[in-house]
């Protein structure tokens, strides 16, 4: 099992510009997540996907913040433009869900910078 | 909306010792699932234990185990024989089946001294 894999581990990016974060679930697994994690706020739930579909974005910062997951084995969080507020630990997670609630299981994060 | 509080940012334990970690949380759901996660230097979320509310009997695993107290809706983390290892940063988690996302507290930081 490879676990779930973000790329890239870090970003730095100057304000303005778009950034893409990558990410690939556990093969099997249902749900996707999207967490930000800063010193100020904590993780954050930005959004998640079950089967594909995005069903709770309430925590998606403004317009700029857009995910999508096209198949069940690759989602993007991109952000354009990104400013330096942005600058956060972001964290992919899935989960098998059933009828119960599910451990997630997090990839290493990507550290995005944005100067 | 759930709300996870963590009241301790810090804490401290001797190598050997025993070290007990708070977490309380707020719900109207009657059917969820608790969790504690680690994240140590390297900042991988590693899951330490879970507990399912519907379970009175505590979850333990190895030297982790958690003293659930539904009523006052508390989770507490108790480390026995902590190790260097241990240190790093505890987050508790809150799920109910309604919403698979979980909702993490602010964290404690845990520091272990030889």
């Known amino acids: 099992d490879a676990g779930v894999i973000q790329s890239p581990r870090h970003e730095v990016t100057e304000m303005g510009q778009e950034v893409t974060l990558r990410c690939k679930p556990i093969s099997g697994h249902n749900s996707l997540f999207w967490y930000r994690q800063t010193m100020m706020r904590g993780l954050e739930l930005l959004i998640y996907?079950?089967?594909?579909?995005?069903?709770?974005d309430s925590g998606m910062p403004e317009d700029r913040f857009s995910a999508k997951m096209p198949n069940a084995s690759f989602s993007t969080l991109k952000i354009q433009p990104s400013e330096p507020r942005d600058s956060a630990v972001y964290f992919c997670?899935?989960?098998?869900?059933?009828?119960?609630?599910?451990?997630?299981?997090f990839g290493n994060g990507t550290r995005l910078t944005v100067t | 909306a759930q709300t996870v509080t963590q009241s301790q940012p810090e804490m401290s334990v001797q190598e050997a010792e025993t070290v007990t970690l708070s977490c309380t949380y707020d719900t109207s759901e009657s059917d969820y699932y608790l969790f504690w996660y680690k994240q140590p230097p390297s900042r991988q979320m590693i899951l330490v234990i879970r507990?399912?509310?519907?379970?009175?009997q505590n979850a333990t695993e190895n030297r982790f185990s958690v003293n659930f107290q539904k009523a006052a809706k508390s989770f507490s983390l108790k480390i026995s024989d902590s190790q260097l290892g241990d240190a790093a940063m505890y987050f508790c988690a809150f799920g109910d089946t309604g919403r698979r996302a979980l909702t993490f507290g602010s964290g404690t930081r845990l520091q272990v001294q030889p």
């Open positions: 997670a899935s989960s098998l869900s059933t009828g119960k609630v599910s451990p997630l299981h």
């Open positions: 996907f079950n089967n594909n579909v995005p069903i709770d």
């Open positions: 507990q399912e509310a519907y379970k009175q």
